[in-house]
């Protein structure tokens, strides 16, 4: 309640400084080196004789791992925590309901994979 993220608070929706939590502002992060991650095209197959899709992306300059996130809304705000912190380029994902549209994002990170 009544947290300020205008001024003092920041979120950390990657996970790559406080696992997630909050931060104050001021702190620096300079312990986690900041990647050029360009936009790259992803492609979703469907994985055959499964209910499974897969995920794959191009790798990204000194990238250790990469976390996925999922939601319904390709517009949310939160994505929650990641469906999978993985070091490869390709993630399947069960597909629970077909009629239920998915959204995906990937996040290169610089931290390793746990």
């Known amino acids: 309640v009544n947290w300020d993220f205008e001024e003092i608070w920041e979120h950390d929706p990657t996970h790559n400084f406080n696992d997630g939590y909050p931060v104050l502002y001021y702190q620096e992060f300079d312990h986690i080196p900041a990647l050029n ?5 992803a492609s979703l197959t469907v994985i055959e ?5 897969l995920l794959s992306w191009e790798a990204i300059e000194d990238a250790n791992s990469y976390r996925i996130y999922a939601a319904d809304d390709p517009e949310t705000e939160n994505w929650g925590d990641p469906v999978a912190i993985i070091e490869q380029t ?14 995906y994002q990937v996040i290169a990170s610089a931290q390793e994979a746990p």
């Open 37 to 41: 991650t360009p936009l790259v095209e």
């Open 90 to 103: 390709q993630f399947a994902d069960p597909v629970l309901d077909e009629n239920r549209a998915k959204f």
């Open 49 to 53: 004789n499964t209910d499974h899709i």
